[in-house]
């Protein structure tokens, strides 16, 4: 079994400032990484994955996660943030290997990204 | 479609209603899952499938839910006798096949039982 911990629901920031939203899971087997991002009365979008090799992976709009594996945390970071990734943010992760559930996500409590002026 | 179409997009109904939410995965994709957004659980798992079949049914909450998929396409899920706590949006994803990622989600459907 998997399970993601999201320790912060809020976080506000001022625009053109840097971010980062943390991610740390746990899992008996090695596991496939994923942050996406909501907007309101909207469903999931892919920000970025991590599914093998170099552990510094880049995503759409800007941000970047770095999977570190004796840490077991997937860290979602901007170095400039703006008004429209206001959003809540989610880190979820799958089992690498074909089980019976395919490659279904479990997902953390996510974090609301909050820029402000 | 280009997306994962999910259908109605807001359901209000009494308690004791069955409800049926409909997802149209993006074509090609033969694994769909179904997950439900709510304020106390976050988000879950549901159920996955495979083509038609459905090798893992674990999240279903209760026998009150099931799911269908029929020509590998589009997936129904049902919720009979609804009660208040079944008040969530549900969201379908598709990917083009069980170990392919990522998920593609839809719009959801926000259900409110009142």
């Known amino acids: 079994a998997q399970s993601v911990t999201q320790l912060d629901s809020q976080v506000p920031v001022f625009e053109e400032a840097p971010v980062e939203l943390r991610c740390n899971y746990s899992?008996?087997?090695?596991?496939?990484l994923f942050w996406y991002v909501q907007y309101p009365n909207q469903g999931l979008q892919l920000l970025l994955k991590?599914?093998?090799?170099?552990?510094l992976v880049k995503g759409i709009n800007g941000f970047e996660a770095e999977f570190n594996k004796s840490q077991t945390s997937f860290h979602l970071r901007k170095p400039s943030v703006h008004i429209s990734d206001t959003a809540e943010y989610f880190c979820?992760?799958?089992?690498?290997?074909?089980?019976?559930?395919?490659?279904?996500?479990?997902f953390g409590t996510g974090t609301q990204l909050k820029v402000e002026l | 479609g280009a997306g994962v179409s999910q259908s109605p997009s807001n359901k209000v109904t009494e308690k004791g209603k069955d409800v049926e939410l409909r997802c149209d995965p993006i074509?090609?994709?033969?694994?769909l899952y179904w997950y439900r957004q709510s304020l106390g659980q976050g988000l879950e798992f549901l159920i996955y499938?495979?083509?038609?079949?459905?090798?893992?049914k674990s999240g279903l909450p209760s026998d009150r839910f099931s799911a269908e998929r029929t020509g590998g396409s589009v997936s129904t899920l049902t919720i009979q006798r609804t009660q208040q706590e079944d008040s969530a949006v549900y969201l379908c994803?598709?990917?083009?096949?069980?170990?392919?990622?990522?998920?593609?989600f839809g719009d959801g459907t926000r259900l409110s039982i009142l």
């Open positions: 979820a992760v799958s089992p690498n290997i074909l089980t019976g559930g395919g490659n279904k996500l479990t």
């Open positions: 994803a598709s990917s083009l096949g069980a170990r392919d990622q990522p998920q593609h």
């Open positions: 991590y599914l093998s090799g170099s552990t």
């Open positions: 899992s008996s087997v090695s596991v496939y």
């Open positions: 499938f495979q083509g038609n079949s459905a090798p893992d």
């Open positions: 074509s090609g994709h033969t694994a």
